[in-house]
């Protein structure tokens, strides 16, 4: 079931009052909504709610002056299980019939690394965004490297030529539907283990407030493209 996240709705009723619309506020005059569909690192498994990934980037967004709805889809794991979402379920469903102010942020592919065929992988990705993409949706396609249990098989030498062509897949998807990228997810937080949970993959609380910061001007160009449409 997606989670949403609100922020606090004061200053847009206040707004309204002011122009006697109070309790009526436009659709156009809504909050744009940013959905996270993706696996555990966009959903910061492990870590406290109130600490968490989405939770840092409303709070992020909102002192840059973006106040947002963020929709958690929650954890979808791999692309095949977030194209099903997208493609069968009511909130996917709903999303699709109803784009208008929203955003997508796509974290998929850690969780096929090493384990799902990789063209199996891009024809998941690649049908996500295009459904995105007829659905006029900006997107922002968030890649990976090949962490935690995928590193650990290529390191045994099952798939050695890989993890290239892995890491690039989200590059060449984002530049296909023109969708803006974010090319590592762990990025400032790879080799840290101060910003790691125990198992040395997934972020941690304090991980997570340095992606957070690092990703912030890109979801800041995201949201910039509900504007310009």
Not at 112 to 118: G, S, Y
Request: charged residues 20%.
């Amino acid at each position: 079931m997606t989670k949403v996240r609100d922020v606090s709705f004061g200053a847009l009723a206040a707004f309204s009052a002011m122009l006697g619309l109070a309790g009526n506020v436009d659709a156009e005059d809504a909050l744009p909504t940013i959905v996270t569909l993706g696996d555990s690192y966009i959903n910061s498994g492990g870590v406290a709610p109130t600490e968490s990934f989405a939770t840092k980037l409303k709070s992020g967004l909102n002192a840059a002056g973006h106040p947002v709805t963020i929709a958690e889809v929650g954890y979808t794991g791999t692309s095949k299980r977030g194209l099903a979402w997208l493609a069968e379920s009511k909130e996917g469903l709903d999303l699709q019939a109803n784009p208008a102010n929203h955003v997508v942020i796509v974290e998929l592919g850690q969780n096929d690394c090493a384990r799902i065929d990789l063209d199996h992988t891009r024809a998941n990705l690649d049908q996500i965004l295009t459904i995105l993409d007829h659905k006029r949706v900006p997107v922002l396609v968030v890649g990976t490297a090949a962490y935690g249990y995928c590193s650990s098989m290529l390191s045994a030498g099952q798939g050695a030529d890989y993890a290239e062509p892995f890491s690039k897949m989200f590059s060449e998807l984002a530049t296909k539907h023109g969708d803006l990228l974010y090319a590592d997810f762990k990025e400032g937080v790879t080799g840290h283990r101060e910003l790691l949970q125990a198992d040395n993959d997934h972020p941690n609380a304090a991980g997570d407030a340095i992606i957070v910061r690092n990703m912030l001007p890109m979801v800041e160009a995201l949201l910039a493209q509900v504007q310009q449409r």
